[in-house]
């Protein structure tokens, strides 16, 4: 059977931890939440997304893919960085092995903030490095943070030493990043009024812009599989875009 997991109220959407068991980071917050040991079987894991839960389309050999959750879970928050301070909002986080990478925006300042994630109850800032714009999404690939920074473009972001994360490259985008995600060696940013751009970041100091789409709507989100990306276009849907020209 599936594995279940269950949502606080209004908690928005979990990613869980790799290589951690039981433990989910709340994109929403700075916080991990322990969602204990409830597998039943080895299954697939489900989404959490804004308090129900979802599988993923896989067939469990019973003819059916709904998953009950006959009685809430109710979870425990077990680790939080600075989750009640004004000052700053936390809109993205992306997390590999030890380290969230979190896009933070302040009153008069945004970037990136690197938090040590080792023990769960005891979270750590390590890092930070301010962004020139607004740190809209995050994700991570290899040494790297790629930051969509919305005004600013994309910016590419050393992470080797999570203490001290440092600017490397960027390149400003016709219109607002506001996603992006990596695949191989291309950046796709979903750039608002400007649609989807395609970065090649294959030198990360000097990213360049080598490709783009123009959607009918507003690109705000953009996931890839396989050869296409999927772009979230606001009013005009969603848009597949054939991208194999730079899977080759």
Do not use: C
């Amino acid at each position: 059977m599936l594995q279940k997991y269950a949502a606080l109220k209004g908690f928005g959407i979990l990613q869980k931890i790799k290589g951690s068991e039981g433990f989910w980071v709340n994109a929403g917050a700075n916080e991990i939440v322990d969602v204990g040991g409830n597998d039943e079987g080895s299954g697939t894991d489900e989404d959490v997304v804004n308090g129900t839960t979802e599988d993923n389309g896989t067939d469990t050999g019973s003819g059916s893919t709904d998953t009950e959750v006959e009685q809430p879970v109710e979870l425990k928050i077990v680790g939080t960085v600075d989750r009640n301070n004004p000052d700053y909002t936390v809109d993205a986080v992306a997390v590999v092995d030890n380290f969230a990478f979190v896009a933070v925006n302040a009153h008069e300042k945004s970037g990136l903030m690197v938090i040590d994630i080792g023990n769960p109850a005891d979270l750590k800032i390590v890092g930070s490095v301010d962004t020139p714009g607004y740190a809209d999404s995050v994700t991570v690939s290899g040494n790297y943070a790629y930051v969509a920074d919305y005004e600013s473009g994309l910016q590419v972001i050393d992470i080797s030493d999570p203490s001290n994360p440092e600017i490397v490259g960027s390149v400003d985008t016709s219109g607002n990043a506001s996603r992006v995600v990596v695949s191989g060696s291309y950046a796709y940013v979903a750039d608002s009024e400007s649609d989807l751009q395609v970065i090649d970041i294959s030198d990360p100091t000097d990213p360049k812009i080598v490709g783009t789409v123009d959607t009918p709507g507003w690109a705000v989100g953009v996931t890839i599989s396989g050869n296409y990306a999927y772009v979230a276009d606001t009013t005009s849907g969603i848009q597949v875009v054939d991208i194999g020209e730079f899977g080759k």
